[in-house]
């Protein structure tokens, strides 16, 4: 089994900061790509920003030059630094995992965290 868990979010004013972490617990072979999702009420869930395991990153154009993912895979952890925070980035955060199993044959899957609310507010 694999686990997914975001952490991290909170109440932040505008302008302000906060650091998600997703981290990863479990039997996998690799994890080949790491993501972030959001979903606001209403809205249809985006992706935010993903990182491979070589180091290519894809971000949103809304976020683009505020956040910023990174992934620390000894400890098969990513972050997702939000800064320059807006009142539009409140949404639930969610960490997506594209991990390979261990066993053959080798199949890779998407695995989900329960997800971060992220409250932009003054």
């Known amino acids: 089994q694999v686990q997914v868990v975001e952490s991290g979010g909170g109440l932040v004013q505008p302008g302000g900061s906060l650091r998600l972490s997703c981290a990863v617990s479990?039997?996998?072979?690799?994890?080949?790509?790491m993501g972030w999702y959001r979903q606001a009420p209403g809205k249809q869930r985006e992706l935010v920003a993903e990182?491979?395991?070589?180091?290519?990153?894809n971000y949103a154009d809304s976020v683009k030059g505020r956040f910023t993912v990174s992934s620390d895979n000894a400890k098969n952890t990513d972050y997702l630094q939000m800064s320059s925070l807006k009142p539009e980035d409140t949404a639930v955060y969610y960490c997506?995992?594209?991990?390979?199993?261990?066993?053959?044959?080798?199949?890779?899957?998407?695995?989900w965290g329960q997800g971060t609310q992220v409250t932009v507010s003054s």
């Open positions: 997506n995992v594209r991990a390979v199993t261990s066993d053959y044959p080798r199949r890779e899957y998407d695995y």
């Open positions: 479990g039997t996998f072979f690799s994890i080949n790509a």
């Open positions: 990182i491979s395991n070589g180091g290519r990153t």
